[in-house]
């Protein structure tokens, strides 16, 4: 496994539609691989194989929610690893939710989008085959920022507004009553 450069600003792998994934090869393997050390390493929650310039509709998600009280005796938080290959979002909710959001590829700025409040994903897990993810809340806009960067689409794209857009201070980013995870 290897942490990869994410690419940022204006990259042209940032801009370009990812090709499908046709087989899973040792290749797509590996990157799978980069992938979560990459995003790890970041942090993040969420990376896309364009913001490491690979050209493949693949796409990792690690989330777990957060108590809303933290306990005393916190054990930490349990979090999920998605790997989707070739997700597409199936179905979304009527209902649209406005949040903050950051960017492994846009360092220091956040900016307000409105997502989809929850959606089912379709895709392929690691080894090739089907699968359906349903998702809501916060997880549910992970899924759909890593998605758009499939399609070459930055978060900054989605803005409520360009006044939403403001750079952040590292270290600062838990100002205020907003999640300031760096998604992907």
Known sequence: MTVREIVVGDHPALRR????????????RKLIEDLIETMRDAPGVGLAAPQV??????????YGEEPDEPAE?????????????????????EETVVGTEGCLSVPGWLGD????????????????????IKVEGWLARIFQHEIDHLDG???TAKLVSPDTLRRVVEGQEEAGDFRA???G
């Open 17 to 28: 539609k990812a090709r499908k994934i046709v087989k899973v090869t040792p290749e797509i």
């Open 181 to 183: 995870e760096a998604i």
């Open 53 to 62: 310039a690979a050209n493949e509709r693949l796409i990792v998600v690690e």
């Open 113 to 132: 989008v409105s997502r989809y409040e929850a959606i089912t994903v379709k895709g392929l897990n690691r080894e090739g085959h089907k699968i359906t």
């Open 153 to 155: 689409i930055l978060y």
């Open 73 to 93: 005796t916190a054990e930490p938080i349990k979090k999920k690893l998605y790997v989707v290959l070739n997700p597409e979002i199936a179905w979304a909710s």
